[in-house]
């Protein structure tokens, strides 16, 4: 009832004529109008990269086995050369920390860099959005059709699109199994319909959300699902690069014939030709100024250059530009000039920083893992020869795919002499690719070397083939009698 | 649900759940039913601060995951438990589930086990397999006492050794481990004499294993040693039988030295080994005894 007594009020103020609505609505479809221009080129070369890269890397083979694969049942990672292990988690952060500073950077440098030309959202839209062109034809066309009655041409145009997009997402559906299962013999097996169920699975789920995601969900994703696109705006600030309509030059807008001249009548250059909405795969119009909804692709950008190269107009009503550079009427080179800006270049710090950390330390990284855990039990004893004992556990593992020896070397107290359990040092010789070992240690030191407590030592365990050093403190206790 | 006694609290958390479904089912068909007005330019009219609220619908397709999750969560709860103390459709427990998995990896290891089960010990202690996996039995549960190396510590027996209290022999290392063990000694200084006497009574004792002694000591101990001969046999080489330890060798379980005789003496001492059966079955028992066996039989 309030809310009536409101409305009331507000009417007498402004009235304006009104439209009863539902709370709920279905989203309008959006016929997004093909585009081509200096835009719409790189976000094609960004598909062509991020989609050669997708599906090409998992037939990528390296020694002998495939070059980037997740084995989650082995619980090992390889990249190549590197092989990670669920221990290496501390790289999947670093890798994580980096991705989010270089989105920040962008985002900060020229807003939503990230959602316009490689989101995966964006650019399987694109994909997808090519395959609908090229079967059921442009704008119009598509239009046209959804509005017909169902008739052959209707039938086979729609059944041709399902099966392509289909078929697309479910070869996208096998290539990301792929990153988990030998691409080489998952390929076979669903050839043989021999697919394990758990891949089986996956394939499906992953080929349906592509299908659904770029096929139909589309910018409801970028406009309802994605926190991305939320707290982006945080990242924002006067200098950042953003595609915007110049409503100084535009303003006011109106068509024209293309004989009366830019600013006849005292119109603005903006001919309201409605093209920059017909390509905006949002749906949003762009003269209303920076809106949540715009991914920031530039498609509006290449579709007003090209009206304006036509009417013969200066290009750039709708440009890159931020928000200071269109306040302050500023040149090219005044806006790159605040590219210097603190906010700039703290993220490229922190961000460089991350990279050279996690370059270096993945360089220095030890093709093997040990862990020493002192037996809590038995303190110290005395040996028949009256020398002071400790027993240790070393867990030992080979992380290289190659036979490894090791030698070990135990520092921190004079004259500690390390003894193998049965006497023997072949305990830490000839590790299998892979394999681990407890190897148990009885570190030795003669009585009356020093003083009773607790000692702090250095297990050195160096891998003798790749000449790696691995050191792990431990104690040594000293009883007093 | 053990914990919740009262028959309050099922009936609290169904109405809870069930309850706050049916609040958000509600909510979603009320909405259905509610009509805004809208202005020419897209706000509402309702306005805070000066801050107008913009018409923006919910997208049908998310009032439709709306309704699947709601019908997910009916389905949910009629098969698994989460309703009070209905325990669902499935008859679903964590504890059915560690069972279950259980009993499939015993019946995977199964064949790997009744393979040496079917052999003697002594054959079991040569296969490097086998003593493998006696080795992560006894450093999972064994080691916490004996030591990683299993050479024990003061109070705790060495097992590398060919000195045992109860014997080495693989039946009677089976039969420690199966039922465990209580090693007694009772204080033994009232027996012996006086101070002297149990003093004269440890250096005897060192001079049986030829450790450091007094021999004039030892010489006048040596008669009241026959209180000790019960267990420890006239010679003093222990009963394995009985667990008392053979005192002629060098090893000193509790300690070396007459001043640890002594206090053996005077206050005697109770050692106590668990009983494994509980824990494990017999056919790993006989893997644990081939490579407790193993250790000093290379």
Known sequence: MSNNTKRVMHETTIPEREVVLSLYKSEDKVYARSVSGFYNQWRWVMVWVTQLFFYGVPWLEWDGRQAMLFDLDGMRFYVFGLIFHPQDLIYLSFLLIVSALSLFLFTAIAGRLWCGYTCPQTVYTE???????????????????????????????????????????????????????????????????????????????????????AGYMREQVCKYMCPYARFQSAMFDGDTMTVTYDENRGEPRGSRSKKAGENANGLGSCIDCNICVQVCPTGIDIRNGLQYECIGCGACIDACDDVMDKMGYAKGLIKYTTQNGMDNRWNRQQMLARLFRPRVLIYSAILMTMMIGMVVSIYYKPDFRLDVLRDRAVMARYTNDGKIENVYNLKLENESEVERDYDLKVTGLPNLAIHFSDNNIQQIKALKPFEKRNVIVEIQLPDGETRAGSHKILFEMTDIQAKETVKEKSVFIVPSN | MNDFVSGFWPIWISTITLGGIAFCVGLLIFASRVKVTL????????????????????????????????????????????????????????????????????????????????????????????????????????????????????????????????????????????????????????????????????????????????????NAGKDKFVVCAACHGAEGKGNQMIGAPNLTDNTWLHGQGEAAIIKRIHEGKTNQMPAWEEKFSPEQIHLLTAYVWGLSNK
């Open chain 1, 127 to 213: 994909i997808y959005m090519w395959m609908e062109e090229k079967i059921e034809g442009d704008r119009i066309a598509r239009m046209r059709l959804d509005d017909s009655k169902w008739n052959l041409n209707k039938v086979t145009r729609k059944s041709l699109k399902q099966f392509a997009w289909i078929a697309f997402g479910l070869w996208t559906g096998v290539t990301f199994v792929g990153y988990f299962v030998p691409m080489r013999e998952l390929v076979p097996n669903i050839m043989q319909l021999q697919a394990g169920g758990w891949e089986t699975f996956w394939v499906f789920f992953y080929g349906f959300a592509t299908y659904g995601n």
């Open chain 2, 39 to 218: 202005d020419s330019d897209n706000t509402n009219g309702h306005e805070w601060d000066g801050i107008k609220e913009m018409n923006n619908p919910l997208p049908m397709w998310w009032v439709g995951l709306f309704i699947i999750t709601v019908i997910f969560g009916l389905a949910y709860l009629f098969l698994f438990p989460g309703l009070g103390e209905y325990q669902g459709k499935f008859g679903w427990t964590a504890v059915k589930q560690y069972e279950a998995e259980k009993a499939k990896n015993n019946e995977k290891i199964a064949p790997l086990y009744a393979k040496y089960a079917a052999m003697q010990v002594e054959d079991v202690a040569k296969i490097p397999e086998a003593r493998d996996i006696g080795k992560r039995i006894f450093l999972n549960n064994c080691a916490a006492c004996h030591g990683s190396d299993a050479k024990g510590s003061r109070g705790f027996p060495n097992l590398t050794d060919n000195d045992w209290l109860y014997g080495g022999s693989p039946e009677r290392i089976k039969e420690t481990i199966t039922e465990g063990r209580i090693g007694m000694m009772p204080p033994m200084a009232a027996a012996v004499g006086n101070e002297e006497d149990v003093k004269n009574v440890a250096n005897y004792v060192l001079s049986l294993s030829g450790s450091i002694h007094d021999s004039g000591r030892a």
